[in-house]
C-alpha cells in the first residue's frame, strides 16, 4: 500500500485541474502580450483565472499578482514593502515560527542594512499574540509579517487581530498564507491584510506557480524586472497555463473548503487519537483545536526524526520530519525548538499532512504500523528507559 | 541518497542490543544533536572482540555506520579494531551523502571510547 500524507510539502494536482490546463498549452498558447487572436485569448485566461482567485478571498482582481509561487511571493511583498516605506523607517516585525522563504529573506535584508528585525517569541502553541505585535510596534515600523498558519504545526494565527493591530497604526501587514489558503476562509478585507502570499501546489494546483495580493493604494515596486507584465508589478511571460491551473484549484478548494475541513477532519482526528492512544511518551506539537484540518505533528521520545521517515518509507509511508527542508539539514526544527522544545525531542518529530483524497483504509493501515516501527527503533535507542 | 548497503544495513542492523557485564561501554554523541551511539564489547583472554552489540539514537545513517562497524571489529583483535577507521566504514556501507559523513566519525569514536573502557577496567584489574 502506498500512503502519501505530505500534503503540507505539495499535493496530487487534481484531474480537474489538469484538464482545464491543457488548453492553456495546446490551443491558448500565445503571449498574452502580443497583439493578435491568440494573445487575445491567453489573456482573457489570465482575466478570468485572476477574477476567480480574488473572489476566493475577497479581493479585487487588479490586487492579484501572479507569480513563480509562494516564495517568490513572500520575497516580493518582503522586500517592496521595505523599498517603498524607506522615509517612513526600517522597522520590520516577524516571528520565530516564520517559513524560510520570510524569515531568511528578512535576516538576509538585516544583513543587507536594509532593515531592523524583531522577531517575536511564539508560545508552546506556536502561536503569535496580537498582543506581542502591538508592543512591538514603533514609530518606524514599516512591516509586520506573520504566517497565516504554519507549514510544521499546523497553528492557525490570530491573522484578524494581528490585522487590526497593525491597520490602527497605519503599519503594513503581510502575512505568509501559503499553508492556509484553500484550506481555511481568508477574507483579505475583514482581516485587514494588505499583503498575502498564496502557492498553488498547497491545495492541489500546479508547482512553481503562485500569487501576492497586493491590497489596492499599496505600491510595491516590482521584485523582477524587465516587461510591464501583471501592470508592472512582475515582469516575465505570464505562466499561463500554470495560473490557469492555480485559479481552477482554488476555486475548486474554496468550494469544497467546508465539507473537506469535516471529512479531512475526522480522519485526521482519528490518526490523533490512534497515536495517542497507542504509542506512549509522545506529545502533540501544535495548537490542539486551532490548527489547520489537515495536519498531525508529534513528538516521539527516545528516537529521531529521519529513521522513522526510512521506516514508514520502507512502508510505502510519506511523511516528514519538522518541514522537508528541515529533515535535509542536521538542525532541529527552529519552528520546534521556538516553541520551547528540548533539542533531543525535537529531533523526534513526526509530520503527518492529509489530504481531501486520504482514505480511512490508509489511517488504518498507519495506525496499525506505526506503533511497530516506533517499538522497533526504540528498541535500538539507548535513551528508552528499559523498563519500559 | 543512501545506498542499498547502508538500507540493508538500516533495515536488518547486525549485533543490536546490549551484553551485560560487558568487557568495555563506550557512548559517544548527545541527543541535542540528534546522535549518540552505545557500543558495548565482549572481549576475552587474548584480546579478541568475542560478541559486539551497539544501541543507537540517530538517523538512517547512524544506525548504519554502527551496525557495519560492530560487523568490522567483531572476531577482530583490539588492536585490529583500533585501527577501523570512519573512511573503512563509510567505504564498507558503499558511501555516504556529505552530510552523513559524522554518522562514520561516531561510529569510529564508539568502537574506541568502548575499547579504551575496556584497556582502563583491564588495567584497574591488574
Known sequence: MKVYLDNAATTMVRKEVVDAMIPAFTTYYGNPSSLHEFAREAEQLLDSARKDVAAVINAKPDEIVFTGGGSESDNMALRGAVAANKKKGKHVITSAVEHHAVLYTLQAMEREGLIDLTI?????YAVVSAESVANALRDDTVLVSIMFANNEVGTINPIAEIGKVCRDKSVLFHTDAVQATGHVPIDVVEMN???????????HGPKGVGALY?????????????????????AGTENVPGIVGLATALKLANEHMTENAVKVGALRDKLLKGIADTIPDVKLNGHPTNRLPNN?????????????????DINGIAASSGSACTSGSL??????????????IAHGSLRLTLSEFTTEEEIDYVLDLLPQIIQRLRDMSPLYPKQK | ??????????????????????????????????DIMQIFLDIDENEIIRDVKFKTFGCGAAVATSSMATEMIKGKSVDEALKITNAAVVEALEGLPPAKIHCSVLAEEAVKAAIEDYMKKRDEAK
Open chain 1, 296 to 312: 498531525v505533528n508529534y513528538s516521539i521520545r527516545y528516537i529521531e526524526g529521519e529513521s522513522i521517515l526510512l521506516m514508514l
Open chain 1, 120 to 124: 517575536l517569541p511564539v508560545d508552546e
Open chain 1, 214 to 234: 497586493i491590497r489596492k493604494g499599496v505600491r510595491i515596486p516590482s521584485l523582477i524586472i524587465g516587461g510591464g507584465q501583471e501592470k508592472k508589478r512582475r
Open chain 1, 331 to 344: 538542525d532541529p526544527s527552529h519552528v520546534l525548538l521556538a516553541m520551547g522544545l528540548p533539542h533531543e
Open chain 2, 1 to 34: 541518497m543512501y545506498t542499498e548497503k547502508v538500507m540493508d544495513h538500516f533495515k536488518n542492523p547486525r549485533n543490536v542490543g546490549e551484553i551485560e557485564s560487558a568487557s568495555g561501554v563506550g557512548t559517544v554523541g548527545n541527543a541535542k544533536c540528534g
Open chain 1, 193 to 203: 491584510i494588505d499583503l498575502m502570499a498564496i502557492s498553488a501546489h498547497k491545495f
